[in-house]
Every structure is written in structure tokens, then in C-alpha cells.
């Protein structure tokens, strides 16, 4: 930390300082960035990344669509234990390594020897897109609000793709420009964007539930299914051609994109006080509180929907908005739709945070060029890897002007590459379990560890293939899924490029490290590893 901070700055004590930089240190790194986070901060970022209100909001019309709110509903509440056990599996091994790097450098230091680069290298970089679609998918879908919010006012405003792009680029800049120029700030704006997601959206649940002329029973929350995945009117919806739970699967894409990105607290470890602790108490939390909050939200939505079919076919285009002016009238509506934007802000902004933290921690490692392993002297801010991160989600997004069903497959390339990067280590961990409790931080486990490895490596394993299926019908080039191409191409990519190439130069973590964490020897201790590494077992370092 730079001698030049306030004494506000320093207030954990020198021997938790010390023991963080330390505990950094056996992973083989220095200090790089400014360590001043506790653990409500930790848990703020993921929580504000995970942002209930983001996904519900952007994917509602999917939502009913695919499924309708017995869909939501139910949905919700099955794929929220499952995400939960995934944040728990992900905790104890946060809790173990505690580094920005992250999915990649668990994998790294949790696989054999001999395919310790090869787990790195293809986990970091699933872990790559899935926080670039991830970026992409809120930050797009706020410049998609923007100009709905307009037409409120101006029924005549029909966006082109020239005004999209170019809110999705001011957007994004603007994300980019504060995690450059103020990363001091982004404790505030932290901060900011807690009250705003839990105090804000409360008050816009309960005063959208008050002003409701009328609600919906529960049979209809709970109970009414809808297909909609017809493309047209001569079509036939999936669930008649295949079977309406086939819908229901792949409407639990709303819940599962939503309860996403919760990896940032481990991400953020670097600049977290504590750690080993703080880091998944972060991840765990963050997941708990988004489930149960997010859940609230659904039901606010649904139980105040006057008319199922003008929500579904609003002339706004936007489900959620068309409630808020059902509900409180037009002018009304804008306040709570603007609430709802400037949480979306927050969420993009706090993506592309922990999006580049990942970023600097690969390119650290060798897993992208160096150029981008570059701290900003002045700010403390990897700058290099926060505009390559904006560059990539502006990229993205392109493929998805216009269409609806590439926004929802970005948004499926979202939740995949982000959840196969969160599998891998967990796998890897499951499979390698004797290694990994030698190095098991604070957060451990013990005899359940195996069973919650296991189930949430089931649970990925099956949306991974689900999201990938089509979701409309009939499928054509407009209406394919292209989330199985985007991710093979990864994985293609990933796998064809370390065969020809990158396995000869990259090594992922030091092996070094590696090693000395396997045997649970502290490699700061001078000849520690060397005498385990002789097999002097009987007064080895513990």
C-alpha cells in the first residue's frame, strides 16, 4: 500500500495487513493493488454484479415467453439452491486461494502436475468470455432501457442501431473512464450501489404492490404456464413439438443468468482485507441475499400484473415498464424505470471491474499478452486490462442489434462461460481431494465438501447443455441458438491453440507454488519445500 494514504485507509491493523501480503506471497505475487476492502465491500461488488433487479428486468419478456411465471417462480426457487451450492463448493476453494485470478488460478494449483497449465489455460479463458458476455449482457441491455424509457414520453422515437450503438458505447466508456480515474471512488459508489439494490429496489417492490389497482392470485404466479416460443403464428411453441417441460428448462435461463458473476468476491480477494475469510463469506452471501431478495422482486412483478396479454405484447416493448405504467400512470413509471436504470449502471460498472481484475491476473500469468499486466502507478488501476475488457463487451454485443434471440444468446454464452469456469476447479477439486485438503483455507467443508462438489458439478453440467438448445421455433438462421457455436469456438480455440502452440511457453502459476500448496508447505519459508520434496515427512512444515 502507498505511504502517501490517509490514515483513513489504514485502519486494519499492521499484522492483517501483513498477513494478507503474506498469504499473497506463498501464491508467488507481490502486492499490486490497494488493499483497503472489508468485507462488506467484498460482498457489495458481487452483490451489485449479481444485480436481481438487472437480469429480471433485461430478461422479463423472455421469461414469459419461455414458460410464463409459474416458470419464473418455481424456476427461481430450484435454480437458487442450486446456484448455492455451486457459491459453496466455489467458497471453501476461495477461501484456500484467496487471488484475483481467480477459476483459472484454482484450477491451476488444484489439478496434477502435469495438467496444472493446460486446467489453467482452459479455465481462464472460459472464464475470459463468460465475463465478457457477462459486461456485454447488462451493459447492452441498459442501452436497450434507455431508449424504451424515451418512447414513454415520445411515442414516435423508434431507436435505430446507429442511436444503440452509440448509448451502448457511451456506456460502457463511462464504466470504463471510473474503474480508470477513480478507483478510490469505487468504494463510495460501492457503497451507493448496495443501498441502491437493496433500500431502492425494496421501496420500488412494496410501492409497485401498494398502487397495484389489482393482483393476480397465486394460482397465476404459481400456476400459469405460457408458451411463447413460436417464432410465428403459423408455428407450433416447443412445448408442442417437444414437451412443455422442455420450455420450462430453458426458461430457467432468467434465474440462472441473473444469479450469475458472484466469482467478483474472489476476484477482488487482492484488494480484500481477511481474505481467506472475507473472500467467501463475499461469494456465499452474495448468492443468499440475491435469492431471496431477487425472489421478492418476481413476486412483486408478477402479482401486480393487470393484464397478462398487454404486459406480454406491451407496446413499449419492455414487460416491467409496461407494469410500472399499468400500475402508477406514465410519469410514475419513469421514476421507478430510471431506479431500475441506474442500478443496471451500477451492476455494469462493478462487472467491468472485476472483468479486468481477471484480465490483469491472466495476462500476470501469461494466459494474454503481458501489455495488459500493467497497475497505473498514480491510481492503482489496472487501465490496460479495463479497456481491453470494454473493447471485447463492445464487440460482442454487435451480433445483437436487432434481435432478441442473439441478445438471449449472449446472455446464455454469459451464464455458460461463466458456470464451466466455475465447474472446472470444483471438478478438479472433487477429483483431486486429498491435494485440496492440504491447502483448505479457514472455510472448510470437512465431510460435506465431496457432496456439494459433486452436486454442483451435476447442476452445471445440465445447464450447460439446456442453454444451449434452441428456444424458438421454427429454427432458422434468425432463430438458432448460437450459444453452442460461441462456446465450442472457445473451447476449440482454447484447446486448438494450446496444442500448436501455447503449451510450449505457458505455465500458468508457478509450478513452484503449485507444489508447495499441494504439500501444504508455506514457500516463503527458506528450504521448507526442499525437505518435503526429499520425502522428510516426519518433520515436514504443517
Known sequence: MGSGEPPVERRPSGAEDEGDENRLAQFGYKQELRRDWGLAHNFGVSFSIISVITGITTLFSYGLN??????????????????????IAMAEIVSAIPTSGGPYFW????????????????????????????????????????????????????????????????????????????????????????????????????AVLAKAPSHQPASFVFGRFHDGTAADESAQGWGVRASPVYVAVCGALLSQYTLTGFDASAHLSEETRKASWSAPIGVISSVGFSALFGFFVLMAFLFSIQDFDTVL?????????????????????????TLIMVCVWHCGLFSMTSNSRMMFAFARDGGIHP?????????????????????????????????????????????????ISYGLPVLIGLVCHKSFTAMKGPFNLGALSKPIAAAACLWIGFIT?????????????????????????VGVFAVGLWVLWAHRWFTGPSAEVSEALRLGVDITEPGALEMRAKGDTSGSPS
Open 66 to 87: 419461455t414458460g410464463g411465471p409459474a416458470v419464473m417462480s418455481i424456476g427461481w426457487i430450484i435454480v437458487s439452491f442450486f446456484t448455492l451450492l455451486v457459491a
Open 107 to 206: 484450477a491451476a494449483m488444484l489439478a496434477p502436475p502435469r495438467w496444472s497449465p493446460f486446467a489453467a489455460w482452459l479455465t481462464g479463458w472460459y472464464n475470459l468470455l463468460g465475463q465478457v458476455a457477462v459486461t456485454t449482457g447488462i451493459s447492452f441491455g441498459l442501452a436497450g432501457l434507455i431508449p424504451t424509457a424515451i418512447k414513454v414520453k415520445n411515442p414516435s422515437f423508434e431507436p435505430t442501431a446507429r442511436v444503440t450503438v452509440g448509448i451502448y458505447a457511451a456506456v460502457l466508456a463511462s464504466h470504463a473512464l471510473v474503474n480508470t480515474l477513480g478507483v478510490r471512488a469505487l468504494k463510495y459508489l460501492n457503497n451507493a450501489s448496495i443501498v441502491l439494490h437493496s433500500a431502492g429496489i425494496t421501496a420500488l417492490c412494496v
Open 313 to 337: 405484447d406491451s407496446r413499449y416493448g419492455q414487460p416491467v415498464l409496461q407494469i410500472f405504467v399499468d400500475v402508477a400512470g406514465e410519469d410514475g413509471a419513469l421514476a421507478l424505470f
Open 371 to 419: 501489455f495488459f499486466h500493467k497497475v497505473d502507478a498514480r491510481f492503482r488501476s489496472p487501465t490496460r486490462a479495463v479497456w481491453l475488457a470494454a473493447t471485447l463487451s463492445f464487440i460482442l454485443a454487435l451480433p445483437s442489434l436487432g434481435s432478441d434471440v442473439a441478445f438471449s444468446a449472449a446472455t446464455s454464452i454469459a451464464t455458460i462461460g461463466l458456470y
Open 465 to 489: 447443455v439446456v442453454f444451449c438448445l434452441p428456444t424458438a421455433n421454427p429454427v432458422t438462421s434468425q432463430t438458432f441458438n448460437y450459444t453452442a457455436v460461441a462456446v465450442g469456438i
